[in-house]
Nanobody, 121 residues
Framework: QLQLVVSGGGLAQPGGSLILSCAAS????????MGWYRQAPGKQRELVAT???????NYADPVKGRFTISRDNAKNTVYLQMNTLKPEDTAVYYC???????????????WGQGTQVTVSS
């Protein structure tokens, strides 16, 4: 069974920084992509950033230029460096990954537990 474990998050002041990490574990054959979503109170879950194998990254417009997604493939870990945080970044952040279990040929989408990010003075 594959799982994603998220760490990081917490409280930051406007203009501050936080970093999230998400480590995948289990019998992983291949990770097609890893990424981050967030869900603010009363809103739908939305894409924040994704990292596809080969180094291709994609960002939602509200976070472009402020957030950076990166991966450590040796550790099956994805990071989200969040700079110049704004109150509107307050949300529960979720890690996701599309992974193939060893011994199989198909991929599935997995979700990690959410972590609260609060930006407030």
């Amino acid at each position: 069974q594959l799982q994603l474990v998220v760490s990081g998050g917490g409280l930051a002041q406007p203009g501050g920084s936080l970093i999230l990490s998400c480590a995948a574990s289990g019998s992983i054959f291949k990770i097609n992509y890893m990424g981050w979503y967030r869900q603010a109170p009363g809103k739908q879950r939305e894409l924040v950033a994704t990292s596809i194998s080969g180094g291709i990254t994609n960002y939602a417009d509200p976070v472009k230029g402020r957030f950076t997604i990166s991966r450590d493939n040796a550790k099956n870990t994805v990071y989200l460096q969040m700079n110049t945080l704004k109150p509107e970044d307050t949300a529960v952040y979720y890690c996701t990954a599309d992974m193939v279990v060893s011994g199989t040929m198909w991929s599935s989408k997995y979700w990690g537990q959410g972590t609260q990010v609060t930006v407030s003075s």
